[in-house]
């Protein structure tokens, strides 16, 4: 009771306000709101001596108001001092940056390098006079395996490989959807590629990972045949490996062409006398191509003998593998800017 005997409810209040009125800055204000609020300031001591109900409102009352002038000038002062850096502290953002400070490098960033080969691949293909086709990473099963001729026994149905949104829809496991709707929606000619992510219950290994890129081409028109098939192959696989780099073909099947073939591209890390990343074949697969099966004519409408053409599909990651010397697939998602800062 002795504390707040001494204490004068109104002389705090106007000393206090005019304290706050009279700081200049905002440590000032600091020191004002201690003084002041404080743990051990008069205005505390008070209140912790308090007995009654009449002096514990006035003194809580007189707290109220110094804390809202408190904070009505903080907001002033730091208006005014925000004013005062900008006045004082512009930077000219068009000068370079060496006129700014002592001379020092700034990191570049880089483009990925599934993206560095997605834009040669446009490049190559819009060059031989393809169309690049956008499609839907989330399909139906009538296209992405119906349209395709895949069996309903085949193992690409079946959930443990393909990743099901419902009993009709998937995250689609190729490119190819793109390419029935656009033989849906265009008679030959049809120079087409289509670039895009698919999805694969894949086991994660040095080559295989679940999600991935893709590119896929499409030619129908009079007669095509497989040897136009094999020269653009051909054709891709210098443009995208130098010439020095091995190419071959083997027969093969796939349930949307016929006849049918893979590509596959000599091992960058042994030179081709085998190692664990080529499963000591000496050579990585690079994907498939044939010549478009009869059935996919039919299930747009178009006669069956009414014209020719080849598909082929090839992985983004697999093809940045072979281009630029990388071990691990795995590496493509991790974001290790170790590793993504070396492609410049």
Known sequence: ??????????????????????????????????????RRSALKLALR??????????????????EAALT??????????????????????????????????????????????????????????????????VETTRYNFDALGFPAWHPARSPRDTL????????????????????????????????????????????????????EGLAIDHGITMADLKGTLLYVMRELYGPDREVRFRTHYFPFTEPSMEPDVSCFNCGGAGCSICKHSGWIEMGGSGMVDPYLYEFVGWGPEEYTGFAFGMGIERTAQLRYGIGDIRAFWENDLRFLGQFR
């Open 1 to 38: 009771m002795d504390t707040v005997a001494r204490v004068d409810p109104d002389d705090l209040e106007r000393e206090a306000l005019a304290a706050a009125a009279e700081a200049r800055s905002l440590a000032a204000l600091s020191e004002v709101r201690v003084r002041y609020l404080g």
């Open 49 to 66: 001596d308090v007995r009654d109900r009449e002096t514990g409102m006035t003194l809580n009352a007189v707290r109220e108001t110094v």
């Open 72 to 137: 009505a000038r903080e907001d002033e002062l730091a208006r005014v001092e925000l004013e005062e850096r900008l006045a004082t502290e512009r930077v000219d953002v068009t000068l370079p940056a060496q006129l700014l400070g002592p001379p020092r490098l700034r990191p570049r960033g880089t483009l990925h390098p599934s993206t560095l080969v997605r834009r040669d691949v446009e490049d190559i293909f819009l060059g031989l006079g393809y169309e690049i086709v956008d499609g839907r990473e």
């Open 164 to 215: 099901y949104l419902d009993d009709e829809t998937v995250l689609r496991t190729e490119t190819s959807p793109a390419q029935i709707h656009k033989m849906e929606s265009q008679r030959p000619p049809i120079y087409m590629v289509s670039i895009g992510r698919v999805y694969r219950r894949d086991e994660v290994t040095a080559t295989r990972y679940p999600i991935f890129h893709q590119f």
